[in-house]
C-alpha cells in the first residue's frame, strides 16, 4: 500500500473491504482477537502514513453514498467511504452543498475530516467543524453513536480524530442550501501579501499561490451567489485550456524539465505567473472549489496566527532566494476561521495555511525541513494529512486541549487497536 504522492509505503497483513458497518464490526473484532492493529484508508490522498498499517487495512470505498437527509435541519447523514467529488452532486441533488472545501476532491469524507481538510475563507472553518454526528466503530467491537445529544463530549474529538479513536463509518454534516460561486482570478504583485487578510475580509473565500523565484502572485477570489442567480460558466475549451492542459499537462512538462536542466525553472515559472489563472466565471460552488491535480507531488501545510502571513511567506521567499532551489511548485496562500475542535489546526485561533510542495520525484526534506523551522517559529502546527516532522512531545503545548484528546483515545482505545506507527510519533504510546 502506498499513498498517492507515493510519500509513504506500508506492507499490511491482510486488507478486508467490508461492504456494510455490521462487516466492519466483523474485522474490528477478529483483528482484536487475534492481536493484529486496524486501519481504515480512505483514497490514500494524504500524504503522511497517517492511514498505513502493517496490521489490517479497512478498505471503506463500499460504504458511499447518503444514508438519510434531515431536509427541515439541511443535515445529511453519509457513510464513511463517500468521496467528496461524488458527495457533491448527491448533496445537490437534495438542493444542497457543503458550506466550504478544499482545494481537492479525491478524499473520502472520513478521511478528509479525520485528518482537518480545509478551505479558505476568514468566515468558514474547516470540514470537521461541519460534523454533527458521527458513528464509529470501537476498538471492542461496538457501533458508538456520538452526538448533541449523545456523548457529546466526545463530539470535538470524534470530529477530527486521526483515525485513532475507532473507524468512523457514518457522519453527519451540517449543509447549506445550494450555491453558486462567482470566480476572479488574477495575477498580482507579491507586494498583496502585506494586504492579504485586508483583502481575504473583503470577499467570501481569498487564496493565492506564489511562484517561487518570480514576484508575482496568482489570486483567486470567489463570491458566493444564490443559485437562483443568472450565470455563465467556463466553456468546456476555456476549462481544458485552463485546468487539463496548462494546469496539468504543461506544468507535468515543466516538472520533468526541471529534474534534467533546473535552470530554466525560474524562466517557466516566470511565464506561468504571467499567463496562467486569469479568468472570470460563477458555477455551483463545488465546481470552482475544486480543481484537477494530475501530477503527483509532496506536501507540508503549516496553520499559522493569522497575523503572521506575511512575515512568514516573506521568510520562505528570502529561504528559497538564499540556498539557490529550484522550485517549480507554487506555494499556497490560505486562511480559516477559529474554532474549537480540539486538533484543528485553527483550533482558538484564526489562521492562515501556507503550503509547499515538490514535484514527487524530488528531494523535498530540505525545503521542507528549512520551511518547517520556519512555520515553527511562528507557532505553527502542521496539517494532519500532509508531511512533517513533528512529534507528540513538541506538538502537545500547541493545542489547548492535546491532554483531553488523549484521555479519549484512552478511553476508547486503551490496548491502541487503532494504533499505527504515524499515532505513535504525533499522539505517543
Same mark, same amino acid.
Given at each position: ?41 480512505? /483514497? ?31 443535515? =445529511?447523514?453519509?457513510?464513511? #467511504?463517500? @468521496? &467528496? ?28 475530516? /479525520? ?6 475563507? &476568514? ?28 456523548? *457529546?463530549?466526545?463530539? *470535538? ?9 475507532? =473507524? ?39 487564496? @493565492? ?8 502572485? /496568482? ?15 467556463? #466553456? ?66 503549516? @496553520? ?14 528570502? &529561504? ?110
Amino acid at each position: 500500500m502506498r499513498t498517492w504522492g507515493r510519500t509513504a509505503t506500508a506492507v499490511p497483513v491482510g486488507v478486508s473491504r467490508p461492504t456494510t458497518i455490521d462487516g466492519v464490526v466483523t474485522v474490528v473484532r477478529a483483528a482484536r482477537e487475534h492481536g493484529l492493529t486496524v486501519k481504515a484508508i480512505g /483514497s490514500a490522498h494524504s500524504f503522511t502514513d497517517i492511514a498505513l498499517t502493517e496490521g489490517v487495512l479497512l478498505d471503506l470505498a463500499a460504504l458511499s453514498g447518503i444514508v438519510r437527509v434531515d431536509a427541515e435541519r439541511q443535515r =445529511v447523514t453519509v457513510l464513511a #467511504g463517500t @468521496a &467528496l467529488h461524488a458527495l457533491s452532486p448527491l448533496l445537490a441533488a437534495h438542493g444542497l452543498a457543503l458550506q466550504n472545501m478544499g482545494d481537492i476532491d479525491r478524499q473520502t469524507i472520513a478521511g478528509a475530516t /479525520s485528518t482537518g481538510t480545509h478551505g479558505t475563507g &476568514l468566515g468558514f472553518r474547516g470540514l470537521a467543524t461541519q460534523i454533527t454526528a458521527a458513528t464509529l466503530v470501537t476498538a471492542h467491537g461496538q457501533v458508538l453513536r456520538v452526538s448533541e445529544a449523545e456523548h *457529546p463530549e466526545l463530539l *470535538p474529538a470524534v470530529q477530527l480524530g486521526l483515525g485513532a479513536l475507532g =473507524v468512523l463509518v457514518e457522519v453527519e454534516l451540517q449543509c447549506v442550501p445550494a450555491f453558486l460561486l462567482h470566480a476572479e482570478e488574477r495575477g498580482e504583485p507579491f507586494a498583496v501579501v502585506d494586504e492579504f487578510l485586508d483583502r481575504a475580509a473583503a470577499v467570501d473565500h481569498f487564496e @493565492a499561490y506564489w511562484w517561487p523565484h518570480t514576484e508575482r502572485l /496568482s489570486t483567486k477570489s470567489n463570491t458566493r451567489l444564490a443559485l437562483e442567480t443568472p450565470y455563465r460558466p467556463l #466553456g468546456r475549451l476555456a476549462e481544458w485550456w485552463e485546468d487539463e492542459f496548462f494546469g496539468n499537462g504543461l506544468h507535468w512538462l515543466t516538472c520533468q524539465l526541471g529534474l534534467v536542466a533546473p535552470p530554466l525553472t525560474p524562466g517557466i515559472n516566470r511565464l506561468a505567473a504571467a499567463l496562467y489563472g486569469k479568468r472570470s466565471y460563477t458555477a455551483p460552488s463545488h465546481e470552482v472549489f475544486t480543481s484537477p491535480r494530475r501530477v503527483r507531488f509532496q506536501e507540508m501545510e503549516y @496553520a499559522i496566527p493569522a497575523e503572521a502571513l506575511a512575515p512568514a511567506i516573506r521568510e520562505v521567499k528570502r &529561504l528559497v532566494e538564499r540556498e539557490g532551489w529550484r522550485v517549480s511548485f507554487p506555494v499556497e496562500l490560505r486562511v480559516a476561521a477559529a474554532d474549537d475542535t480540539w486538533l484543528s489546526t485553527a483550533h482558538g485561533r484564526q489562521s492562515a495555511y501556507i503550503a509547499v510542495h515538490r514535484y514527487w520525484r524530488e528531494d523535498a526534506r530540505p525545503y521542507f525541513t528549512a520551511v518547517e523551522h520556519i512555520m515553527r517559529a511562528h507557532d505553527g502546527r502542521p496539517h494532519w494529512g500532509k508531511l512533517h516532522g513533528r512529534t507528540a512531545a513538541d506538538l502537545a503545548p500547541e493545542y489547548p486541549r492535546f491532554g483531553d484528546f488523549l484521555a479519549v483515545r484512552d478511553r476508547l482505545d486503551p490496548d491502541r487497536v487503532f494504533a499505527n506507527a504515524y499515532t505513535r510519533r504525533v499522539l505517543g504510546e
